[in-house]
């Protein structure tokens, strides 16, 4: 059974950072893309960033130059750095696992960690 487990939310003010973590257990992790999702009060769900079992890259225009998204095979992570961030970042941030390696298809979540971001 797949498990994910985020970590490292938290509150910041408007241009802090903060490093999301997620552990993957109960499947093949290389073989999986990754992928983080947000989830703003009365907004609908947002894939922000996703990672390959390639390890290409790809993010939604809201974040892109601002997040960053890697992995870590050897210990089943995956991490979201978010540089510059701003009063519309906040939100739960959930990641997800899409076994199938592409990020076109995540079929599993974690339950989230909130991210507040005040000015």
């Known amino acids: 059974q797949v498990q994910l487990v985020e970590s490292g939310g938290g509150s910041v003010q408007v241009g802090g950072s903060l490093r999301l973590s997620c552990v993957v257990s109960?499947?093949?992790?290389?073989?999986?893309?990754l992928g983080w999702y947000r989830q703003a009060p009365g907004k609908q769900r947002e894939l922000v960033a996703w990672?390959?079992?390639?390890?290409?890259?790809a993010y939604a225009d809201s974040v892109k130059g601002r997040f960053k998204i890697s992995r870590d095979n050897a210990k089943n992570m995956v991490y979201l750095q978010m540089d510059n961030l701003s009063v519309e970042d906040t939100a739960i941030y959930s990641c997800?696992?899409?076994?199938?390696?592409?990020?076109?298809?995540?079929?599993?979540w974690g339950q989230g960690t909130q991210v507040t971001v005040s000015s």
């Open positions: 990672i390959t079992s390639g390890n290409d890259a």
């Open positions: 997800a696992a899409d076994p199938r390696g592409l990020g076109y298809r995540f079929d599993a």
């Open positions: 109960g499947r093949i992790f290389s073989r999986n893309a």
